[in-house]
């Protein structure tokens, strides 16, 4: 169905409702995507194209499926975005928010005063994290997580009267969120092209993307090394004494389910170490389950000093973020006066409360064992089962409940598509129409599905991928 958007302008609006879901039920698709192109922009979207064709409106979900507005049901392939960790439907988390809502619905933590949900809350993650991690800063999103990882840094440095170290070293191909700090810390440049003003000293390195930039006949682990050698080259560039901190993904998500080779953290630990320079793991999508241990620096096998946390801690029914502060890290902040950071919603307590109930469900009904022992495995084995000679796959990447899947044109000589985008485009397009949700990046496929998929739902993912992938292949006239 297509519309255009001079139309929408005389869409008239539904009869006033008795309550605002009864107001949501009156309205048809027709109707309700007109409104949405009249009066809604949307993140990362060319809303002119968008308005054209018209969004797909979600209306509900369950499990692992939503449903849109047509009556269509949609196996939801990526957690809503990487964050429905516990799946949708949750009552616990609903009963949460509504008792705390009645309870205490808001109160700061800025003036000598704490509530118990945030109480309740750091005492978990503390069980939960690592055991050098037994402090949290709290914010709204991964974004807002990362401007805060840049404040702590910066504060931790002038503590140790360090004050020259103001360097933060990220990647190429990195995301970190898009606050302007977010925006920056990341490496994608078509963001950076919309950025004229950035944070300052930001600089970035090679990302280990194996498939797409290895040269001649290195390995994938000789290759990873070299790309975090690359650190120590920039830190000697730019000086030791004015590198503060370096900042990465354990396995980039956005960037396309990049996973370096086993030889990467330990190399990038060794480098940070050695120069005095902070580590920082943004665990926004790795963090709570996604690879089958609690956090995805642990299943890599380093010990990051700061680690950002947003989605999965909330399983995204409320908006939250977190920053965990390694013991070290935690004293100089604790031991050295104001630290001059804070938001109006930090240890926001409704929140606070759902983070609570989602963590114990993920703990409690053993969802990331489970991930590590059963669905992960399942899942990596069937995609590696079903796509390992596939003509347009080059490469399965991920562990746990996250995968890429290279789309290539020469798979053995590991040749890419030249117009690799629209490729991807092309099979997401196709998963969409065969109610799959599965994110392209360029020429990467990708899946994150909730850690609660059971077997057979995996099942239904994986053969509805596979049929998306061949009338892909079908197309370019591959087989
Ligand atoms: N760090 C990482 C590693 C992320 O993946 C953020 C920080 C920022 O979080 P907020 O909550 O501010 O969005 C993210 C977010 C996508 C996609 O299309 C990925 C993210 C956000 C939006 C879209 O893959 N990741």
Not at 170 to 182: D, F, L, P
Request: glycine content about 10%.
């Amino acid at each position: 169905m297509s519309y255009r958007t001079e139309e929408v302008a005389y869409v008239q609006p539904a009869q006033p409702a008795a309550n605002a879901q009864a107001a949501q039920q009156q309205r048809t698709t027709a109707e309700y995507r007109a409104l949405d192109a009249a009066h809604h922009i949307h993140p990362f979207s060319d809303m002119g194209a968008l308005n054209r064709t018209g969004s797909r409106v979600i209306v509900k979900a369950q499990g692992v499926y939503l449903w849109d507005s047509d009556g269509n049901k949609v196996i939801d392939g990526m957690a809503g975005l990487w964050c429905v960790n516990v799946g949708y439907g949750r009552k616990e988390l609903a009963d949460a928010a509504y008792k705390q809502m009645l309870e205490l619905p808001f109160y700061n933590t800025f003036f000598k005063t704490t509530h118990p949900p945030v109480i309740e809350l750091s005492a978990l993650l503390a069980e939960l994290a690592p055991e050098p991690f037994n402090h949290f800063f709290y914010c709204n999103s991964g974004s807002e997580g990362n401007d805060t990882v840049l404040r702590i840094v910066h504060h931790y440095w002038a503590t140790q009267g360090k004050h020259s170290k103001k360097f933060v070293i990220s990647r190429k191909n990195g995301y970190h969120g898009s606050t302007i700090a977010g925006g920056t810390l990341g490496g994608m440049g078509y963001m950076h092209e919309q950025m004229p003003s950035k944070v300052e000293n930001i600089v970035h390195i090679d990302q280990p993307y194996f498939f797409g930039e290895a040269e001649g006949n290195l390995t994938p682990e000789e290759f990873a090394l070299a790309r975090a050698q690359q650190l120590e080259a920039k830190i000697l560039e730019i000086g030791a004494d004015n590198v503060a901190a370096f900042i990465g993904e354990p396995f980039q998500g956005a960037g396309g389910v990049i996973f370096p080779a086993s030889t990467y953290w330990p190399e990038i630990q060794r480098i940070c170490r050695k120069y005095d320079i902070l580590l920082v793991a943004d665990e926004v999508i790795g963090g709570f389950g996604r690879t089958g241990e609690w956090f995805a620096h642990q299943h890599f096998g380093f010990e990051p000093d700061l680690i950002t946390m947003a989605k999965g801690l909330t399983s995204g029914y409320v908006p939250m973020g977190a920053v965990g502060l390694h013991d070290r890290v935690a004293k100089a902040i604790i031991e050295n006066g104001d630290f001059n950071h804070g938001l109006t919603y930090s240890g926001h307590p409704v929140a606070a409360a759902v983070a609570v109930a989602n963590l114990k469900l993920l703990r409690d009904e053993k969802i990331v064992e489970r991930v590590k022992t059963d669905t992960g495995p399942y899942f990596q084995q069937k995609l590696r089962d079903t796509f390992a000679n596939h003509p347009i796959i080059g490469e399965i990447s991920g562990a746990g409940l996250v995968a890429g899947l290279q789309l290539a044109e020469d798979p053995k000589a590991r040749k890419r598509f030249t117009n690799g985008g629209d490729v991807g485009t092309i099979c997401r397009d196709f998963c969409f129409n065969g109610n799959l949700i599965m994110r392209a990046t360029g020429d990467r496929m990708l899946l994150s599905p909730p850690l609660v998929i059971n077997k057979l739902e995996i099942d239904e993912i994986v053969s509805k991928a596979k049929k998306a992938i061949d009338a892909t292949a079908q197309q370019l006239g591959i087989s």
